[in-house]
């Protein structure tokens, strides 16, 4: 019988992608439209001072792992919800953790992937924890916002539109992802 290591921490086993995934905003490729040095959303991002936006843009442009580098950067709790596999009951229960950790001085970003999918009433669970502090909204999007999500989540938030990735972005991903020796 072989002596076969069952070690998760070695990222051997994990996809490329999460392997490749970058960690700050230095490692995020593309976007640079909104990611340049000088552009307003880095400098917010920097220096902490986070608002409720919605990522707009095609599949693949990197809008899930911006939010997860922004978060990292914003020394908050984070709650992740996907709006394809969550009702009520998990916006309810996440908007309670943040409370809790409103109540304790710490800060939450909630993320919410696919937030077009999530109807009017549910998109508007959101609005007074938005409003009062509770929670910092990230909503991620494949659809036009303009269409799909209701007018009061817009009105809190800024929508940031990522553009499809470039070759020379890809050539740059691919390279690195050759270059990966884990």
Do not use: C
């Amino acid at each position: 019988m072989s002596n076969l290591s069952l070690d998760f921490s070695d990222n051997t086993f994990q996809p490329l992608a999460a392997r490749m995934r970058p960690e700050n905003l230095a490692q995020y490729i593309g976007q640079q439209h909104l990611l340049a040095a000088g552009k307003p959303l880095p400098r917010a991002i920097e220096a902490g001072h986070l608002h409720s936006m919605i990522l707009w843009g095609p599949p693949g442009t990197g809008k899930t792992t911006l939010a997860e580098v922004i978060a990292r950067y914003a020394n908050a709790d984070v709650e992740r919800i996907s709006a394809v596999t969550s009702g009520v009951k998990e916006i309810r229960e996440a908007i309670e953790r943040a409370r809790q950790n409103r109540n304790a001085g710490r800060r939450t970003i909630l993320f919410v992937d696919e937030v077009h999918r999530f109807n009017k009433s549910q998109q508007d669970a959101f609005l007074p924890h938005i409003e009062d502090g509770t929670i910092t909204f990230i909503g991620a999007t494949t659809e036009n916002p303009s269409f799909e999500l209701n007018s009061a989540l817009l009105s809190r938030a800024r929508v940031y539109l990522l553009k499809s990735l470039s070759t020379e972005d890809i050539e740059q991903v691919l390279t690195q992802a050759m270059e990966d020796k884990t």
